[in-house]
T-cell receptor
Framework: NAGVTQTPKFQVLKTGQSMTLQCAQDMNHNSMYWYRQDPGMGLRLIYYSASEGTTDKGEVPNGYNVSRLNKREFSLRLESAAPSQTSVYFC??????????????FGPGTRLTVL | EDQVTQSPEALRLQEGESSSLNCSYTVSGLRGLFWYRQDPGKGPEFLFTLYSAGEEKEKERLKATLTKKESFLHITAPKPEDSATYLCAVQARGGFKTIFGAGTRLFVKA
């Protein structure tokens, strides 16, 4: 099993450009998440999808959109990139069963720089 | 508001010098507390889940403990390969959002 995979690994954009970050998991997990990680700060939740067909905003959703394409895939789109979106982006997935804790498993990350 | 604070921000140890990392949390009913390890340029790797005060879990040189307000990650006789950032996170009852601390960067020198 590959676990959680992300593409691309690195990306440089100019202000105003758009791009989509791709994420896929092969663990048959129900839930998927997008986080960003900035120096000195914890992982911050951008959007999540509790199950196929649903998405919801996290802590820092402004400037982003998501699509849960199917159970395996969850993409993150930047419509008009800004320098403040320079960060490392992580996708995670979890099985999410009611009543129990929900351990998240992370991908390797996408390092995005917006000039 | 749910919150996680980790200390110290960075810790430098000599090989074999045991120490502890602290994770203080406030949450409206703890569902679970997680520890992750993150190597430079990689995603977080799951280590432990703790559910209730008094619980302990061990893995190789690492032992995680939990009280009602904080968790400790004890590192016994660390080796250079234990160098990494260790992240603490909590989940509250009634939801599944996970709140992460900023992490402790551990450096172990041979």
């Amino acid at each position: 099993n590959a676990g959680v995979t992300q593409t691309p690994k690195f990306q440089v954009l100019k202000t105003g450009q758009s791009m989509t970050l791709q994420c896929a998991q092969d663990m048959n997990h129900n839930s998927m998440y997008w986080y960003r990680q900035d120096p000195g700060m914890g992982l911050r939740l951008i959007y999540y999808s509790a199950s196929e067909g649903t998405t919801d905003k996290g802590e820092v959703p402004n400037g982003y959109n998501v699509s849960r394409l199917n159970k395996r895939e969850f993409s993150l789109r930047l419509e008009s990139a800004a320098p403040s979106q320079t960060s490392v982006y992580f996708c995670a997935s979890s099985i999410l069963q009611g009543g129990s804790t929900d351990t998240q498993y992370f991908g390797p990350g996408t390092r995005l720089t917006v000039l | 508001e749910d919150q996680v604070t980790q200390s110290p921000e960075a810790l430098r140890l000599q090989e074999g010098e045991s120490s502890s990392l602290n994770c203080s949390y406030t949450v409206s009913g703890l569902r679970g507390l997680f520890w992750y390890r993150q190597d430079p340029g990689k995603g977080p790797e799951f280590l432990f889940t703790l559910y209730s005060a008094g619980e302990e879990k061990e893995k190789e040189r690492l032992k995680a403990t939990l009280t009602k307000k904080e968790s400790f990650l004890h590192i016994t006789a660390p080796k250079p390969e234990d160098s990494a950032t260790y992240l603490c996170a909590v989940q509250a009852r009634g939801g599944f959002k996970t709140i992460f601390g900023a992490g402790t960067r551990l450096f172990v020198k041979a």
